[in-house]
C-alpha cells in the first residue's frame, strides 16, 4: 500500500517536472519571438537631434562630433537605450562645462523613462495597426458573406481582397 502511493507522488512530481521545463522552454521561445519583432518595429527608427539651432529628425545615424567652434572640447555623456533587455539606441548628452552627480543620475533617469515610453508607443502602434487589419477582415468577410450564391461570393471575395491590400491581380480557382 504504502509503495503505491510513493508510485503515484513520483509520477505527479515526474509531471510537474516535466511540465515546469516545457513551460519554462515556451516562455524562452516567446522572448526570443518577441525580441526578433521588436528588434523589425524598431530598425524603421532613427531619432532626433536637439542642438542651439532646436530639434531635428535625423534620417540616418550620424555621427556628432564632440567639439564646436564656439566652446572648443565639449563632456559627452553616453549610454544605452534599452527596452526589455534589447538596445534600441544611444542616449549622448554633450556639455561644456564636467557633468555633476546629479546631472548624470537625471539623464540616466531620463534615459530609463525614454526607453519605458518608445516601447510602450510602439506597442500602442502595433496594437493600432492589429485593430485596422482586423476590421478590414471583419468588413470584407461581412461583405462576401451578404450572398449564397456561389458565384457572387467568389466574384465579391476577389473584388475585395484585391482592393484591400491594393493588389494587381488575384486568382482564386476551386477544385470541387
Known amino acids: 500500500m504504502l509503495s503505491d502511493g510513493v508510485g503515484r507522488s513520483g509520477g505527479r512530481r515526474y509531471r510537474k517536472c516535466r511540465l515546469f521545463t516545457e513551460t519554462q522552454a515556451a516562455l524562452e521561445a516567446e522572448q526570443r519571438a518577441y525580441g526578433e ?16 539651432e532646436g530639434l531635428r529628425a535625423m534620417s540616418d545615424p550620424i555621427e556628432l562630433s564632440s567639439a564646436t567652434p564656439e566652446t572648443g572640447e565639449l563632456n559627452v555623456f553616453t549610454m544605452p537605450i534599452e527596452s526589455r533587455g534589447q538596445v534600441l539606441g544611444t542616449f549622448q548628452a554633450r556639455k561644456s562645462s564636467e557633468w555633476a552627480s546629479d546631472e548624470e543620475a537625471l539623464l540616466e533617469s531620463s534615459r530609463d523613462q525614454l526607453g519605458g515610453a518608445l516601447e510602450s508607443a ?35 471575395a476577389v473584388r475585395e481582397i484585391s482592393e484591400a491590400l491594393e493588389l494587381a491581380a488575384l486568382d482564386v480557382r476551386l477544385d470541387l
Do not use: H, K, P
Not at 528588434?39 to 532626433?48: C, F, H, L, T, V
Not at 495597426?129 to 467568389?154: G, H, K
Open 122 to 156: 510602439r506597442l500602442y502602434e502595433d496594437t493600432q495597426r492589429c485593430a485596422a487589419l482586423e476590421r478590414l477582415i471583419s468588413e470584407v468577410a461581412t461583405r462576401m458573406r451578404e450572398s449564397l450564391d456561389m458565384e457572387i461570393v467568389l466574384n465579391t
Open 37 to 52: 519583432v521588436s528588434a523589425e518595429a524598431w530598425a524603421a527608427i532613427r531619432g532626433y537631434f536637439c542642438s542651439e
